[in-house]
């Protein structure tokens, strides 16, 4: 038991390194749908990794980079929620057809779904190199990024360079994103982003608080849903989203049993 769950526990914690701050900044920005569109994309990166007999990470972080390029680069006249779904349709689309059409590989259901029994040590330092990356890139652009997400304007006439700024965040979404697939699978990866940050947001945290809180709640997401997977011989990512929500739905009913108490 303790080998088989040795590095899904290990991958958990630079994950949720990774995962807290993109899922938090993606709320705060209100593109939190832009993760559901990078992960259902990865059915056409998988495609084209098979077809191209390439691995699947580099493809997959190719392709979500690319979206979350287009994102910033959307026409003015149409709404970036109408532009996310259309790119997330066409991708879904053309990586199903190539898939059936090519007659490419056979099962696709870690694909779906994941398979965070099969990890291996690279997969770790891999993921563990990222968060080292992240953590960078948070340092630097920290307070910009705030500024940004809270007051654009003001952030336009301090001289941060806004497009610029936005555009890195988004290519460091897509590349954490491509790097949950593996974990999650293109159906469940999206919520792993977004669910998190909502539950965060009953406790009304600072945003340093809040992104600290925030990957601790998917630390033990991970634990609890690997712990029901392995006893249940279930699927693990959706018992990770499972336990995610039980664990929302807990700090809510916490946070109103203290808000409801009578002030002495």
């Known amino acids: 038991m303790i080998e088989l769950l040795l590095y899904p ?3 958990s914690i630079p994950l949720a390194v990774l995962i807290g701050p993109v899922g938090s900044i993606l709320v705060w920005r209100r593109s939190s749908f832009l993760s559901d569109v990078i992960a259902h994309m990865g059915i056409l990166a998988f495609a084209l990794a098979e077809i191209l007999q390439w691995p699947i990470l580099p493809v997959s972080m190719c392709v979500s980079v690319g979206i979350a390029c287009l994102l910033e680069w959307a026409p003015s006249f149409v709404p970036k929620d109408a532009w996310l779904a259309g790119l997330s349709s066409f991708g879904i689309a053309v990586g199903l057809i190539l898939l059936s059409a090519l007659n490419v590989g056979g099962n696709f259901d870690h694909v779906f779904w994941g398979d965070m029994f099969s990890l291996t040590l690279m997969d770790v330092v891999i993921v563990s190199i990222a968060a080292g990356f ?41 590349v954490v994103i491509a790097l949950c697939l593996k974990v999650m699978g293109v159906l469940l990866a999206g919520a792993l982003f977004v669910l998190p940050s909502v539950g965060m947001r009953y406790l009304n945290l600072s945003p340093e608080r809040h992104i600290v809180g925030t990957v601790v709640l998917i630390l033990l997401s991970f634990i609890v849903g690997l712990g029901m997977s392995f006893e249940c011989d279930v699927i693990v990512a959706p018992c990770v989203i499972i336990s995610l929500i039980f664990l929302n739905f807990t700090l809510f009913f916490i946070k109103k049993g203290i808000d409801s108490r009578p002030e002495k």
């Not at 652009?141 to 936005?166: C, M, N, R, T, Y």
């Open 9 to 11: 526990l290990l991958l």
């Open 134 to 174: 992240l953590g960078m890139h948070l340092i630097v652009f920290w307070k910009s990024l705030l500024l940004i997400i809270f007051h654009e304007q003001l952030a336009v006439l301090d001289g941060v360079p806004v497009p610029f700024i936005k555009v890195i965040t988004n290519i460091v979404a897509g």
